[in-house]
């Protein structure tokens, strides 16, 4: 049995802390604020096992002129954003060629196919089942060319790996989802993914079982982490917490603090937005609505609203101009509502060039470990790279373990 140290309360960190426990470490999860509060407080709320695929970077002019112009609303981007992470885009662009975006798709199918089997037992043992339905996602077309590509691609997902899916036409969606006020060409049900009503809540019901195990949960900030002779120490208002080892679960954040310890991680941060509305209708399931990058999904506090991708700067102002651009454009489909007073929200996607997590060792650093860079799939993923990575710590080492490996990515 070892001390470790988790640093990093979101989902992938507290995931993180349960596996390590239920092998027999005794663990601390730290981080500034309380479990559940950053990225995993505001996402779409979706388990995405039809997510088989990790999203590759556009490479044809085409689509690149396209959000070059600003004529989509799934990708917004500024001068600065994409000057600060100009590194990380090349790499991203370079990973994105046919032959390496099917090798990692052909790791990233093995994780997103477990997602809702790696959920299952923590939803049940932390009593949150009253957060989770089992009614699948649903992409909405407006454009019949858009919905036969797309209907392609998800038969592509089904023949690769067994991805399920119906294609409905829009008449059909409409008798099927109430809450539309208009048929749309058609959609695509993805029926095994599944939705929460209040991703925070259920970040912080698997934050109140690690505790009700006997795991301990303090406020420490990542930025004091530091190398003892017998371990690392972090150092919060209570005090020194030690451990023999420490895993960084951070997120965005996670590349501000390797770099302290002389380690540079070119990663490609996508901000996104999201708006609660008093819509006076819920929806069964969250859908995509493809022509405008927005997802709707019913939450507890409302309807809300999630953005595509933002390729901004660190701390550059809020422009939630995708939302604003999502609110005009989904009117003719659904009821919004007025928007909830205070409901405005961003966070930002850790995403790695190569668009896998990266899950093991810290190379030269002993006792340094790490599990971040999901990418739009860090809530999915928690529990899945949660248990590889604490099999890593036991001594695991198959072929998805060395994949996911930072051995030679860092």
Same mark, same amino acid.
């Given at each position: ?8 309360? *979101? ?27 950053? #990225? ?36 917004? +981007? ?9 590194? &990380? ?13 099917? /090798?990692?798709?052909?790791?990233? &199918? ?14 049940? &043992? ?7 339905? !089992? ?103 209570? *005090? ?13 954040? #996670? ?26 209708? /819920?929806?069964? !399931?969250?859908?995509?609505? =493809? ?21 901004? &700067? ?30 405005? +929200?961003?966070? #930002? ?23 971040? @860079?999901?990418?739009?799939? *860090? ?15 036991? @001594?695991?080492? =198959? ?9 030679? !990515?860092?």
């Amino acid at each position: 049995m070892a001390e470790i140290l988790v640093i990093g309360a *979101g989902m992938v960190g507290v995931s993180t802390a349960l596996a390590l426990q239920d092998r027999g470490h005794a663990v601390t999860l730290a981080d500034r604020r309380a479990p559940g509060q950053e #990225t995993s407080f505001g996402n779409a709320g979706v388990i995405q096992v039809e997510a088989a695929e990790p999203y590759p970077m556009p490479r044809a002019p085409s689509e690149l002129l396209r959000h070059a112009l600003g004529r989509t609303n799934d990708v917004t +981007w500024s001068l600065s954003g994409l000057a600060s992470m100009a590194p &990380a885009l090349w790499r991203y662009w370079r990973a994105s060629s046919s032959a390496h975006h099917a /090798q990692a798709a052909a790791t990233y &199918a093995r994780l997103t196919s477990r997602a809702t089997e790696d959920h299952a037992p923590l939803i049940a &043992a932390s009593g949150a089942e009253n957060l989770v339905a !089992r009614q699948g996602l649903a992409l909405v077309f407006r454009n019949p060319e858009k919905f036969e590509k797309e209907c392609g691609y998800a038969a592509h997902l089904a023949d690769r790996y067994g991805v399920r899916y119906r294609a409905v036409s829009g008449a059909d969606w409409r008798r099927e989802e109430p809450a539309l006020r208009s048929d749309p060409v058609g959609a695509i049900h993805f029926t095994d993914s599944w939705s929460v009503s209040d991703p925070g809540a259920l970040t912080t019901a698997y934050a109140a079982l690690f505790e009700k195990r006997g795991g301990r949960i303090v406020i420490a900030d990542a930025a004091t982490l530091a190398r003892t002779e017998t371990g690392w120490r972090l150092t919060g208002p209570e *005090g020194a917490i030690t451990g023999e080892t420490a895993v960084l679960c951070l997120g965005p954040w #996670t590349g501000v603090a390797l770099l302290r310890f002389g380690l540079r991680v070119p990663m490609v941060l996508k901000r996104g937005y999201h708006a609660h509305y008093d819509a006076p209708q /819920q929806l069964r !399931r969250p859908f995509l609505d =493809t022509d405008n990058g927005v997802v709707l999904s019913s939450m507890r506090a409302g309807l809300r609203m999630t953005s595509g991708a933002a390729l901004v &700067a660190p701390g550059a102002p809020a422009d939630p101009r995708q939302l604003a651009r999502g609110e005009r454009a989904v009117g003719d489909l659904v009821a919004l509502g007025p928007r909830i007073d205070g409901s405005d +929200w961003f966070g #930002t996607r850790p995403c790695l060039p190569g668009m896998l997590p990266m899950v093991g060792a810290v190379p030269g650093k002993p006792g340094l470990w790490v599990n971040f @860079g999901h990418g739009h799939q *860090g809530f999915t993923l928690g529990p899945t790279t949660a248990t590889l990575l604490a099999e890593s710590i036991d @001594g695991a080492s =198959t072929t998805l373990h060395k994949a996911l490996s930072p051995a030679t !990515r860092l």
